[in-house]
């Protein structure tokens, strides 16, 4: 009776998958009025991550930890943003 053995091995590289941010939807909001809504996102690896923005309109802020987006546009900010 014949045998052989060979050994081999099998390295399976971490793909890091990015963070995916949920829909945000279209929202308005009048002058001098309080807009606010909480940034919702999924990680399919269970990494922790942060929210973070460039280019806010000057007065606009968001909390990298818990993904809440606060701004009151003044009389001068009545225009479209759009969010990429």
Excluded: H
Aim: glycine share 4%; no cysteine.
């Amino acid at each position: 009776m014949r045998t052989d053995s060979q050994e081999w091995e099998i390295n399976v590289d971490n793909t890091n998958r990015p963070p995916v941010l949920d829909a945000i939807g279209d929202r308005t909001v009048a002058e001098n009025t309080l807009l606010d809504f909480t940034l919702t996102a999924t990680d399919e690896d269970n990494d922790d991550f942060t929210f973070s923005a460039t280019g806010l309109p000057t007065g606009a802020e968001l909390n990298e930890d818990t993904g809440v987006f606060a701004w009151t546009p003044d009389f001068t900010q009545a225009e479209t943003y759009s969010v990429i």
